[in-house]
């Protein structure tokens, strides 16, 4: 996000900030002062680095763990009480997690810094250890899964399990699509070797390239992936272009590479598909995500008839400009005054401001990333693209991303941030297995962080119409994100997963359903370049999870039914959202979204009514600038 704001209206900007965080309880001010220099996360929470004995005592501990389970247990289960099934499910819990932390320290030190071979050696190395720990205890999983009927319904209603109600569903639910347990340990093995070194070769390849540096009119050089996307919200056109292809020139150049990863990842895919008994990737995935067929397909369905959204807003973009956008003109000012940098400093008040308005416990919680430095916001070559965030069960989350000191960084901030708190209530109140919340609930919290966040910044704008002219069209660019770009990401998976049952396909294929597609949703409105075809590389998600897209426009706009909601009822929302936060992976979505926030995702009104938003955003815009 940009903006285009005089220095008097910054320097206002930032003193209502600071009024704002003297009124406020938090303990920022003691914060801020180390945030100069403390952009780089600290790990050693986790271990104090590769050589720390812990590590390998930890290893050491699992191994032995997990054998003598195994020993005991194995062939066992259908005769174990309520109890002693409860007593098991803790003890696993105990060596997943300690494994999560193993598994995370590398991973996290790789993420920073891809060019570290130490780091990814060190996280080949765990992986295949953890793998054969997790094959010694996949019996477990298994023989529940084999229970009789009458076995399982009675565990299932024991008292002794009730707090692993929803992890007996999830079991049930995967029951006809399991396999012998020789055969799920090939699996967990060939992995090492097969999808997932595909993808993590993606990942190691991308972090070794080089992009062509571009020199803005102020001779600042910008070089880094980062970078080069922060300059796609220049005032200036032809810096834009010029980053915009620098990035794409790379994936052309390996576009054969990645389709050839892709293809390879899809097929795998295919013929698990084929093992387990899913009629397709995405069966198996929505069974995963515990979302209907019927609510995606209407999801998909209903963003398509209204891509008119998304013409809309970029034909008035094009004629405010005076040019027609191109797909790397998407991002560009409303306004070509310079625009004033937002340093982490004062990002980090920002936000802090922001969500303390919410809640003042909730900002508390946020201000201890930054206190205790679980934020890696440092630009740096080498570094993994994009942001996420990391949760260690047993401890806390970690935040990555790549601040380049705009409103972009910041709303990317907020929404990290949003995922770290949202773990940070489950850690409160779940055990390991109830502590990974469903896809659509996942995103909940990110996109109303960023909701927070956007109202905030519209309060202190005052009566400066420019600047709250500013934040509609980053709120609007951000919807038309969400709602119709991952959609159509999530298209682009149900054409490359259907051509996989057919067979491979390679670079030419993606290249032209990806051109397509986008084109469906540009219409006239936006010019579709060429290095757009290439683009579709830079998307980790159709690697790593396959249909991760759909869900950010399904969260979104439960997201939106909820920050409507909460502006409607104001703070008497707060505690019902916090248990839908705490409740993580303990209930079904969505019935918890009608439990604890009174929200129906399967109301096509919900869907309707997020569109319905974008839509008053689009009219409150043009009436502005008629």
């Known amino acids: 996000m940009t903006t285009a704001t005089s220095e008097s209206e910054m320097i206002s900007f930032n003193m209502g900030i600071a009024a704002f965080m003297k009124r406020s309880s938090i303990l920022v001010q003691s914060a801020l002062p180390q945030l100069e220099s403390s952009q780089e996360w600290n790990l050693s929470d986790l271990y104090q680095g590769f050589d720390d004995p812990k590590l390998q005592t930890d290893l050491a501990d699992l191994q032995q763990r997990s054998q003598a ?341 910041l709303f990317t901030l907020a929404h990290e941030m949003g995922h770290g708190l949202h773990f940070a209530w489950i850690g409160d109140r779940q055990t390991y297995f109830n502590s990974n919340p469903p896809m659509v609930l996942a995103e909940i919290a990110s996109t109303f962080n960023e909701l927070l966040l956007l109202d905030y910044l519209l309060k202190q704008a005052g009566d400066n119409p420019a600047l709250k002219k500013t934040l509609i069209t980053r709120q609007l660019e951000d919807q038309l994100n969400l709602l119709f770009r991952q959609s159509t990401i999530s298209r682009l998976e149900l054409a490359v997963h259907d051509r996989a049952v057919q067979g491979s396909f390679d670079q030419t294929f993606v290249n032209q359903q990806w051109r397509s597609l986008y084109q469906d949703l540009c219409g006239d409105a936006v010019e579709v370049l060429p290095e757009h075809d290439y683009d579709w590389a830079r998307i980790g998600h159709i690697y790593f999870k396959p249909y991760y897209c759909y869900q950010y426009t399904a969260s979104n706009i439960v997201s939106l039914a909820c920050y409507q909601k909460y502006r409607e009822v104001g703070k008497d929302f707060i505690p019902g959202y916090l248990e839908l936060l705490a409740a993580g992976g303990s209930q079904d979505q969505v019935a918890a979204l009608r439990q604890y926030v009174d929200v129906d995702l399967e109301n096509p009104a919900t869907i309707a009514a997020a569109l319905k938003y974008v839509e008053g955003l689009l009219d409150q815009l043009q009436a502005a600038i008629l």
């Open 69 to 409: 389970f195994r020993e005991q247990y194995r062939g066992k289960v259908k005769d174990l009480t309520p109890e002693q099934v409860a007593a098991c499910l803790q003890e696993l819990e105990a060596i997943s997690q300690t494994a999560g932390f193993l598994y995370a320290f590398p991973a996290l030190i790789f993420s920073a810094d891809t060019r570290n071979t130490e780091a990814k050696q060190m996280q080949d190395k765990l992986l295949e250890q953890i793998t054969v720990i997790e094959n010694q205890l996949l019996f477990f999983d298994l023989e529940l899964k084999a229970l009789d009927a009458a076995k399982f319904t009675e565990l299932e209603a024991a008292a002794a399990l009730q707090t692993y109600r929803h992890y007996f569903y999830s079991i049930a639910k995967f029951r006809p699509h399991t396999l012998s347990e020789e055969v799920e340990q090939t699996r967990n093995q060939d992995n090492l070797t097969g999808r997932q070194a595909f993808i993590n070769l993606r990942s190691v390849h991308l972090g070794e390239q080089e992009y062509e540096p571009v020199t803005t009119p102020d001779g600042k050089s910008a070089s880094t992936e980062a970078e080069l996307g922060a300059l796609l919200f220049h005032p200036d056109a032809t810096v834009r272009y010029n980053a915009y292809a620098s990035v794409r020139q790379v994936m052309k150049q390996h576009n054969s590479l990645y389709a050839y990863i892709l293809n390879s990842v899809a097929q795998d895919h295919k013929l698990e598909n084929q093992m387990r008994g899913y009629g397709s990737t995405l069966q198996k995935q929505l069974l995963s995500d515990e979302v209907s067929e019927p609510v995606f397909r209407a999801i998909m369905d209903g963003t398509k008839e209204r891509f008119d959204l998304w013409q809309r807003y970029y034909t008035l973009k094009g004629n405010a400009l005076g040019q027609k956008i191109r797909t790397c003109d998407v991002y560009a000012p409303w306004a070509s005054e310079p625009v004033e940098p937002l340093p982490y400093k004062t990002g980090v008040a920002t936000l802090l401001a922001a969500i303390a308005e919410f809640d003042i416990n909730y900002a508390r919680r946020a201000e201890e990333f930054f206190i205790n430095n679980w934020v890696d916001a440092k630009v740096r070559p080498g570094k993994r693209g994009g942001a996420f965030c990391w949760y260690a069960h047993g401890k806390h989350s970690y935040l990555l991303l790549s601040y380049t000191e705009d409103y972009n960084s």
